[in-house]
């Protein structure tokens, strides 16, 4: 009888939400904004996502067999990274583009790192600036309504007044998912109010970019109006990258104050980037170059611990 | 008062309306009596009987091997049979006093006391050290050193930890609503060591009943104060109750005295009344025998090394083959392979689970979702610690802080890739203050 009991080290019980969940979580919540960029965009925009993510799958199914790993397609990361990747192409992208991108993603940024969790920047935002770099044609050909067009935040950079209310609610030339507004803000909400994503990183983000874009704007001589912040806030993928790339587990800081300074780091690149860089978007090459600086971010905000600091300052104050 | 509590923590399934609504029911043990002699932290006690002599409940039979230790009592009249180790709750094989039980519960004489206001201080402390009271939440510090700190003047807060933030325990419940006087008396007695302290009976809010009650009994008592405390695990955790109650933060290297408190159990405080009201010494407790595998779970006052596996029978035995036996609460408590585990001091219930939640799950990789940095309630950074301690990285381990762990467990139970955090924590924590100590 006695060998039946599992002696184990405590705690004997475990919250319900695992890793596989989480992920679940993620897809889901950006259902939404595949539903509008499908609606927006045209049966095409289905078969890219499909492509992407099929891609994803089969490249860590794949790398997996061949390095002799236990399979982890089951946790649905890779569904996750494919489905991010897809809704950050236009949808004129050629179809076998997504095939290298996914596995882009998956093999070069992510499974050679070690996988799930130890890679060094978000694999869907790696893949998408490898192409960006690669197919740079295809990858800002903007064909909205059968024709080639340029997207709301080019205008903007070139004068116009952005129409902000077609930009929140996505009926604008752009990537895939990036579009909707409000579609992807459903699916934000969701995000946080199941636990997954918390508010800190996309909050002080678009706060921070808020205040550097009318910072750099005004030095640049652009004239700030409310509109103007609203057409750059909604435009572009500041939205899809603010929830759901930039508050991305393995590639943002796990320290409280290190989530601070990725926050607003994020949106003062991103002003930076969309104000003097030589492309209107910057919210990819933003949250990439932030992923590079989280250990370093979290080196120098190593938590001290319960009760610690304030005993050094007050021995400190006894001294003086 | 309003609703306090501390930054992090969790809430996992309470369970504790298996054995709530049983009313504390005496236990009468019939088997061997075993009384381990390490019931508290400190030197083991020093056996003062030995084989084949008579004793009594209420005798001692070990005293204190220094002082931070504690003397250990009989809880029944029999003889000796036997001095052997004997394994207890926490899975190690202790040296124990084996006392066949006559089943007549002689009583030795209690020294009585009719007006505790006429004790001094010292004969106050003398009497809770002879009863060999100790931390009855599970730590089992002895209380006569708790007490006597090196700055009294600097006291002025006692907390009774009235949390109880296990899921499933129901015994300081049961013994806040059926005999708050003990607790309370005895705060009175704590209070008395330390002029102008305050006491505060901190109670989590699941327990409205038992806030509801103290507030009722402490309403024309202007020193001591009900706090009800958000209901979330470990709120009972000394570290967490002193920040709830006072806004005081205390760490690794520091003691409640240092933050001007002291933090007593609900079943220490009923103790210390025992000892120096009426003179007895510490020999019995409550036990709540639960968990899903249990017929029917409820809570046993009994003497001081009975069996647990008697308690199991009369709680009704196993309805279900359990998969998991737990020694106290599912997040701190020790997991066993035997029933056959003396009741000590600190032993405050047996869970049995018809399922061992743990073993379905396969640890996977960390996906960096910083959950177990926000459920921390040494706001440390659990993920990375144990990763240092995994990798031997001690120097990294320490200057993350990983020797502020409190070792509540939260971090494990929180993980979404049911990564083996605490355990790793701790067992880096073991050996970075080895080292330490080596220096």
């Known amino acids: 009888m006695s060998d039946l009991y599992n002696v184990a080290s405590n705690p004997h019980v475990r919250a319900k939400d695992s890793t596989s969940r989480i992920m679940l979580y993620v897809i889901i919540s950006l259902l939404p904004a595949t539903a509008f960029g499908i609606w927006n965009f045209g049966p095409r925009a289905l078969l890219l996502i499909c492509i992407t993510i099929a891609s994803c799958v089969a490249s860590e199914y794949i790398f997996n067999k061949v390095t002799k790993r236990k399979q982890t397609i089951s946790d649905l990361s890779a569904v996750v990274t494919g489905l ?26 992510k499974c050679v790192f070690g996988g799930l969790g130890q890679n060094f920047m978000n694999p869907a935002l790696g893949a998408r600036c490898f192409m960006l770099i690669s197919f740079a044609g295809q990858m800002s050909n903007w064909t909205y309504d059968g024709v080639t067009t340029a997207t709301p935040l080019a205008l903007m950079r070139q004068g116009q007044a952005p129409d902000v209310w077609a930009e929140f609610v996505g009926t604008i030339p752009g990537t895939i998912g990036e579009t909707s507004v409000i579609a992807l803000l459903i699916g934000a909400v969701f995000l946080i109010l199941v636990g997954v994503i918390d508010i800190k990183i996309p909050g002080l983000y678009i706060i921070s970019f808020v205040v550097f874009i009318s910072i750099f704007g005004a030095a640049n001589g652009t004239a700030i109006n409310p509109q103007y912040i609203a057409g750059q806030v909604c435009g572009g993928g500041l939205i899809l990258g603010a929830f759901f790339m930039a508050t991305d587990y393995a590639t943002s800081p796990i320290t409280p104050k290190g989530k601070l300074i990725y926050g607003i780091l994020l949106g003062f690149l991103t002003a930076l980037f969309r104000t003097f860089g030589s492309m209107a978007e910057g919210v990819s090459y933003a949250i990439i170059f932030s992923n590079i600086l989280v250990p370093l971010i979290e080196r120098a905000t190593i938590p001290k611990g319960f009760g610690v600091e304030k005993e050094k300052k007050s021995k400190g104050g006894e001294k003086a | 008062m309003g609703l306090k509590t501390f930054a992090g923590g969790v809430h996992p399934f309470e369970g504790k309306e298996l054995s709530k609504d049983k009313p504390v029911q005496e236990y009468l043990p019939t088997g061997l009596m075993v009384y381990p002699l390490s019931q508290h932290i400190g030197a083991p006690a020093k056996p003062v009987v030995k084989i084949g002599d008579q004793v009594k409940k209420g005798q001692l039979i070990a005293e204190a091997g220094s002082f931070v230790s504690a003397p250990i009592h009989s809880s029944v009249s029999g003889t000796v049979k036997k001095i052997e180790p004997r394994r207890v709750a926490a899975g190690g094989m202790v040296n124990s006093i084996i006392i066949e039980n006559d089943g007549k519960y002689d009583e030795v004489e209690y020294d009585a006391v009719d007006d505790v206001s006429k004790l001094t201080k010292d004969q106050i402390l003398e009497k809770i050290r002879n009863a060999g009271v100790v931390g009855m939440g599970g730590a089992g510090f002895p209380t006569h050193v708790k007490l006597a700190p090196s700055n009294p003047d600097k006291i002025d807060t006692i907390i009774a930890n009235c949390a109880e933030c296990e899921p499933y325990l129901t015994s300081d419940y049961r013994v806040m609503l059926e005999m708050p006087e003990q607790l309370i008396e005895g705060m009175k007695i704590v209070l008395s060591l330390f002029n102008g302290a305050k006491g505060i009976l901190a109670v989590e809010n699941n327990k409205p009943d038992c806030i509801a009650l103290l507030e009722k009994l402490t309403k024309d008592e202007p020193s001591i104060s009900v706090q009800p ?24 290297s520091m003691l409640p005295a240092d933050a001007g408190c002291i933090v007593d159990n609900v079943e220490t405080l009923c103790c210390i009344y025992r000892a120096v009201k009426e003179g007895k010494p510490v020999n019995t407790r409550v036990v709540t025998i639960t ?149």
């Open chain 1, 84 to 109: 991010l990747l897809a809704l950050n192409f236009p949808v004129s992208l050629p179809w076998w583009m997504p095939i290298v991108g996914g596995a882009f993603a998956i093999i070069v940024v």
């Open chain 2, 291 to 439: 968990g899903d595998a249990v017929t029917d779970p409820r809570n046993f006052r009994c003497p001081t090394g009975t069996n647990f596996a008697e308690l199991v029978e009369a709680a009704g035995g196993f309805k279900t083959q359990p998969e998991k036996i737990i020694y106290g609460g599912p997040m701190m408590g020790f997991s066993n392979f035997t029933t056959d585990i003396p009741v000590g001091k600190t032993n405050s219930a047996l869970l049995a689970f018809t399922k061992d939640e743990v073993k379905q799950y396969e640890p996977g990789p960390c996906i960096g979702c910083g959950r177990c940095v926000e459920v921390c309630p040494s706001r440390i950074t659990p993920s990375r610690l144990a990763d240092f301690s995994e990798q031997g990285r001690y120097d990294q381990f320490e200057k993350w802080g990983g020797v502020e762990c409190v070792e509540c467990g939260s971090c494990s139970y929180i993980c979404p890739a049911r990564r083996y955090l605490a355990q790793a924590i701790k067992a880096g924590k073991k050996t970075v203050l080895a080292n330490r100590r080596k220096k």
């Open chain 2, 229 to 252: 405390l958000r209901t979330k695990y470990p709120q009972g955790a000394e570290r967490s109750i002193i920040y709830a109650c006072t806004g005081r933060k205390i760490n690794s």
